[in-house]
């Protein structure tokens, strides 16, 4: 009954007040097939507060009272936005989302020549002065026919001081956060994760274009760009496509970039490794107390125009390998491990909050949590947790 009540709560979007913040539940789904978005973002642009649906669309967007008047952009890639006062929202049932037209594309010349001029664009659209974030890191690990097995969530602030002498230098800071292990089911995977997966998807273009696109590796991959352009925030974009020039490239991946046609900025850059690339990193990537035979390695970085920038608000990498249990030999399962930042406030900073040992350098430590309830965060943006999550986290906590 815990499930069923949190989800009927969810399909109805209502503002809630709370200790000067407003926060609005739902649900946000596509018009004409009725099924979940889990990629559709909402923000208030001008005042840099941001959140967006979990896995099956559902969402929960906190921000002050005060900007109630603000305009509240609820997007997704290939979707017509919706675009209103955030007061708006407080009698709103279902979000539906209408695919966008797609129109023929009219970039010409050298798709490789383009990317490189978006690139160089990056210190124009993106910020060029000392930036902090805040937002949730979620790290999950599920077995095959169990479920979820380990959870790790944290509310994190990270800096991007972006002087001469720090470029580059991102550093994050834990402000709360928890983690659940199932005993004895997360011991057989013991070895695979990493020591600081916040450290990799709270990583944005201002601190440096992605080491397989950079002058180093560009040459490595052919580029097309796709024959049809969509919308994202109603603002055409066209899609690159890109690919290994043969199998030989260590880390291969195919993958899309996303560019705003007026402005040149990057929308969004998805990929999944080759079989190749896919060897490359699982056994190299992690502790190897485990024979893992690697499936699947895919990602994406999603950018938002915030305060008149655009800024990181999505990134997330996803893992599937098959496992051999160190203490069982003969027992072997397919695991998957996703790790995902989501930004919350984007902001320029001043002066740093985060002293040298207040930086966060593993997500191994996160304290370990009690009951699970979304009240942990209090006014917070979080991933809502989904259905799966809720169901095997009571399993999980009675362990």
Do not use: C
């Not at 709370?18 to 739902?26: A, E, L, N, P, R």
């Not at 998805?270 to 060897?279: A, Q, R």
């Not at 107390?289 to 008149?308: D, E, H, I, W």
């Not at 003969?330 to 002293?355: C, D, L, P």
């Amino acid at each position: 009954m815990r499930i069923n009540s949190f989800l009927i709560v969810l399909l109805f979007p209502t503002l809630v007040f709370s200790q000067g913040y407003v926060s609005i539940s739902g649900k946000i789904i596509d018009k004409a097939t009725q099924q979940a978005l889990p990629n559709a973002y909402l923000s208030i642009p001008s005042k840099g507060f941001s959140s967006q649906t979990n896995a099956v669309g559902e969402f929960k967007f906190f921000f002050p009272k005060i900007d109630l008047d603000s305009m509240l952009i609820i997007s997704a890639i290939g979707y017509k936005s919706i675009s209103k006062k955030a007061s708006a929202y407080d009698s709103t049932s279902v979000i539906e989302l209408e695919k966008a037209e797609t129109l023929a594309s009219v970039q010409g010349g050298d798709p490789k020549v383009l990317l490189k001029e978006a690139f160089a664009l990056v210190k124009k659209n993106n910020p060029s002065y000392p930036t902090y974030q805040i937002g949730f890191y979620l790290e999950t690990l599920e077995m095959e026919k169990l479920g979820f097995v380990k959870i790790t969530e944290g509310i994190l602030r990270v800096e991007r001081p972006h002087t001469a002498k720090e470029i580059g230098v991102e550093k994050a800071k834990l402000l709360k956060g928890r983690k659940y292990d199932w005993a004895g089911q997360t011991a057989k995977l013991d070895g695979w994760g990493f020591m600081n997966g916040a450290a990799i998807v709270t990583r944005s273009l201002e601190g440096g274009i992605p080491e397989y696109l950079d002058k180093g590796s560009i040459n490595d991959y052919d580029f097309k760009i796709d024959s049809l352009m969509t919308y994202f925030n109603d603002s055409l974009v066209y899609s690159m496509s890109f690919w290994p020039v043969n199998k030989r490239v260590k880390a291969a991946r195919n993958g899309k970039i996303y560019i705003d046609v007026n402005n040149q900025a990057i929308v969004r850059i998805e990929y999944e490794m080759t079989p190749e690339g896919v060897k490359d990193v699982i056994g190299r990537s992690f502790i190897d107390n485990t024979r893992k035979a690697g499936k699947v390695v895919k990602g994406y970085t999603q950018f938002l125009p915030l305060n008149g920038k655009w800024q990181l608000q999505d990134s997330k990498l996803t893992f599937v390998a098959d496992f051999e249990d160190k203490l069982e030999k003969k027992f072997t399962t397919e695991a998957t491990m996703n790790v995902q930042f989501m930004a919350n406030e984007s902001m320029r900073m001043g002066r740093s909050a985060i002293r040298l040992d207040d930086e966060l350098l593993t997500t191994n430590n996160f304290p370990k949590g009690g009951k699970y309830e979304e009240e942990f965060w209090s006014q917070k943006n979080h991933l809502v947790p989904t259905p799966a999550m809720l169901e095997m986290m009571d399993k999980m906590v009675k362990k």
